[in-house]
């Protein structure tokens, strides 16, 4: 990567850095993951998370690590509904494995060696009887015996921990109020946790990218989605996704990544870059339109100078966009960024409006956002009173007519404006009565 590629790459990242900032990420780990060739680079990328101001609560599973626990102590292993049947001897290897695998993590986030990503971390990994849970019981006649459910999640305990710097780790373990240990399911885990914390976030690495609909990957999903795909989902793992997709969402926490372990990287890029590299599922999945504000001049300027620069745009100024920013109307991505910018100027005789400087993030062309904002504007201009629209374009003549102008001439223009018309451009005049 050379410097310039360095520079940019940290600005295009620096937006998502500050709306992590203090807030809490629980990230499932399964046994997969944990056993897989790519997991100290995931760890190293768990301690950049943190180093970021992130605040981190791991849960990590341990499936096949029991599995062979089990299969070395010659026990055989019940499962019903794919839920293991735990019976004292299976709970004696639950144990053994569980703590041999939290041994594996914490051994990774204790990592400082020079010259390695984890020189300086000093990752304080702080693990407690934070569960309270409860026998699953008997379920269709059949007896679970040691395998439970979480029953409470001492989130206060939890949040003093993250509030002082701390990693929390949890395995999944949990004990009764008379002292009695219960194998649990990571996902119930990491579900209950968020929801109890009220996290930002909840992250499933798996060995999957996320959830495949026809071949294809899905970026993004709104609960109505997920609630769909599960119902109609074959594929176990993917939909014991969905499932703790829909839970979690369905009950606070507002955002759900699902990213692979395989993929060197993938959690970064999922959480920093617009493409992610996953399946993001939302609580609100839609993006917002609104006024824009003052904080906003930064990312309307990083919006439209690249169209500035092709001459597609008339330039604007900083200065220039702080004293007319009360005409910019946005569309916001979920995440928060900004996928497009309109503004609105009502001429003197205020029955006549301009719309100009209407620009749609290149990352996102060809899925509506320029017509919802247009649309929008057209409503708003409507209850300012303002019965004709008017557009100059240079390159998006096309578009201006599909949405039901018509072109017209500078003489048609309000006198103001005429006075103003840049004949070196050669803008053409689109004009629509509302």
Same mark, same amino acid.
């Given at each position: ?18 709306? +992590? *900032? ?17 997991? +100290?680079?995931?760890? +190293? ?22 599995? /062979?626990?089990?299969?070395? &102590? ?43 990503? =984890? ?15 409860? @026998? ?82 899905? *970026?993004?999903?709104?609960? @109505? ?6 119902? /109609? ?6 939909? =014991? ?35 992610? &590299? ?26 439209? &100078?690249?169209?500035? /620069?092709? /001459? ?5 100024? *900083? ?7 009360? *005409? ?47 649309? +929008? ?36 223009? @309000? ?20």
């Amino acid at each position: 990567m050379n410097t310039n590629s360095y520079v940019d790459f940290f600005r295009q990242t620096s937006p998502y850095i500050h709306t +992590h *900032r203090g807030k809490t990420f629980v990230i499932a780990l399964d046994g997969d993951t944990v056993a897989h060739g790519n997991f +100290h680079r995931i760890i +190293h990328d768990i301690a950049l998370l943190q180093s970021l101001g992130i605040r981190i609560l791991l849960v990590h599973g341990g499936r096949p690590q029991i599995d /062979q626990r089990i299969a070395q &102590s010659n026990i055989e292993s019940t499962f019903h509904n794919q839920l293991r049947i735990t019976d004292a001897a299976a709970m004696h290897c639950v144990k053994e494995a569980l703590g041999s695998t939290r041994w594996q993590i914490e051994s990774e986030l204790s990592m400082g060696l020079p010259n390695s990503p =984890m020189h300086g971390a000093q990752i304080r990994v702080i693990g407690g009887n934070f569960i309270t849970a409860k @026998p699953l019981g008997v379920r269709d006649g059949v007896d679970y015996q040691h395998t439970g459910k979480v029953r409470r999640v001492d989130a206060a305990a939890i949040q003093q921990q993250l509030q002082t710097g701390g990693l929390v780790l949890m395995s999944p373990i949990g004990f009764s109020p008379t002292g009695e240990a219960f194998n649990l399911s990571y996902q119930d885990v990491a579900t209950e946790t968020a929801i109890a914390l009220n996290a930002e976030k909840l992250i499933l690495v798996t060995e999957a990218s996320g959830i495949v609909e026809n071949g294809d990957l899905l *970026r993004s999903l709104s609960v @109505p989605d997920v609630d769909r795909l599960r119902n /109609q989902c074959a594929d176990a793992p993917q939909k =014991m996704l969905l499932n703790t997709a829909y839970q979690a969402c369905s009950q606070g926490v507002t955002r759900v990544h699902m990213v692979s372990c395989a993929v060197d990287g993938a959690l970064l890029s999922e959480l920093f870059t617009r493409e992610g &590299s996953g399946t993001l599922v939302m609580q609100d999945h839609s993006e917002v339109i609104r006024a824009a504000a003052i904080d906003d001049v930064g990312g309307i300027l990083d919006l439209i &100078s690249p169209l500035e /620069q092709q /001459q597609i745009l008339v330039k604007r100024s *900083r200065e220039l966009l702080e004293t007319e920013i009360s *005409r910019f109307t946005l569309v916001v991505h979920p995440e928060g960024f900004l996928l497009g910018c309109a503004a609105l100027y009502p001429m003197a005789d205020k029955t006549e409006g301009e719309i100009a400087c209407v620009a749609t993030h290149p990352e996102f062309l060809g899925r509506g956002i320029a017509s919802r904002l247009l649309e +929008h504007i057209e409503a708003e201009a409507v209850q300012m009173g303002i019965t004709k629209l008017f557009v100059l374009t240079t390159q998006t003549a096309h578009w201006f007519l599909e949405k039901g102008f018509v072109e017209t001439a500078v003489k048609d223009l @309000p006198k103001q404006k005429q006075s103003l018309y840049n004949y070196q451009r050669n803008s053409r005049i689109f004009s629509k009565h509302l």
